[in-house]
């Protein structure tokens, strides 16, 4: 059983950055792909960022691309989020999760029903 821990987030002023880390424990994230949602409130969880397995490809939501990088350290069994030029509409709560996926097709990892492990979340709130 693979346990997810979020960390970093915080309170930042628009245009600022923000780094969130997703530690595991329980088992190794080498086999697992990564994704990162974000959930605002009254509105449902969306997908933002994922990595493969191996870390050879990413893949972002429109509305973070060009702004948030995804990257992973599976030595230190460690997934994070970079986050640039935050923005009020980047506030919310944000969550990683693990997909026992090692296939290339990107697309699949931006639905919520494929992941196998999803940590609490760490808020983010961006003022303006």
């Known amino acids: 059983q693979v346990q997810l821990v979020e960390s970093g987030g915080g309170l930042v002023q628009a245009g600022g950055s923000l780094r969130l880390s997703c530690a595991a424990s329980?088992?190794?994230?080498?086999?697992?792909?990564m994704g990162w949602f974000r959930q605002a409130p009254g509105m449902e969880r969306e997908f933002a960022a994922a990595?493969?397995?191996?870390?050879?490809?990413?893949y972002y939501a429109d509305s973070v691309k060009g702004r948030f990088t995804i990257s992973r350290d599976n030595a230190k069994n460690t997934v994070y989020l970079q986050m640039n030029s935050l923005k009020p509409e980047d506030t919310a709560v944000y969550y990683c999760?693990?997909?026992?996926?090692?296939?290339?097709?990107?697309?699949?990892?931006?639905?919520?029903?494929?992941?196998?492990?999803w940590g609490q979340g760490t808020q983010v709130t961006v003022s303006s």
């Open positions: 999760a693990a997909d026992y996926y090692q296939g290339e097709i990107m697309r699949i990892l931006t639905s919520l029903r494929s992941y196998d492990y």
């Open positions: 990595i493969s397995w191996n870390g050879g490809t990413t």
């Open positions: 329980g088992g190794t994230l080498s086999r697992y792909a």
